[in-house]
């Protein structure tokens, strides 16, 4: 059974890019995430792996720079897009935008 947002929410992966700009521009600090091989794997091709997680070191790199992100997706087209809340305490959690990192 298809849930809420497959049947409601189209991502057009051709364009992540922009969806990942507009999010910047909105404020909202963007990383590029591993995505969903089509054979189902992640794309970092480490064996056991859980997708989507992300192709930064660590959630500090997430940034509004519009240079920064078009420079990620030019060297990862297909990357998904996590977005990166800093809490009141200052601890930092990854938000996976639901069906931007593949199948
Ligand atoms: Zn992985």
Redesign the pocket.
Known sequence: MATYLERHVAIDRSRLLDYALSYARHGWRVVPL?ERLPDGR?????PS???P?PRVPTLACATTDEEEIRRWWRLAPRAGIGVVITGRDGSETLLPIPGTSGP
């Open positions: 591993y992640c794309a970092c091709e480490r792996c859980s997708v997680h």
